[in-house]
Nanobody
């Protein structure tokens, strides 16, 4: 059974930092593309950052470029999201996502989410 467990969310003041972690189990983590998404109340879920299985390719939403950094530790089956210079508009539930592609078929897994609240 695949599990993605996020941690590290909380309440922080504008300009502050948080580091989210997502611990994965039950899948070949080193072969999974890992992403962080977020969803604010009344809004669609959006992609925040992604990192390839080999760590060589990262991508970010324009809204977080230069402030957020995604990384992974394949030895610990964990992906991280370092969030700096946080703004009130970053307030959302943040979700960890894993994608494995097997025989051309994408298989997606989601965590339960962790709340990030940025106060002004």
């Amino acid at each position: 059974q695949v599990q993605l467990v996020e941690s590290g969310g909380g309440l922080v003041q504008s300009g502050g930092s948080l580091r989210l972690s997502c611990a994965a189990s039950g899948l070949t983590f080193s072969r999974a593309t890992m992403t962080w998404h977020r969803q604010a109340p009344g809004k669609e879920r959006e992609l925040v950052a992604s990192i390839s299985s080999t760590e060589s390719i990262t991508n970010y939403a324009n809204s977080v470029k230069g402030r957020f950094a995604i990384s992974r530790d394949n030895a610990k089956n964990t992906v991280y999201l370092q969030m700096n210079s946080l703004k009130p508009e970053d307030t959302s539930v943040y979700y960890c996502h894993a994608r494995r592609t097997l025989s051309g078929i994408n298989i997606d897994y989601w965590g339960q989410g962790t709340q990030v609240t940025v106060s002004s």
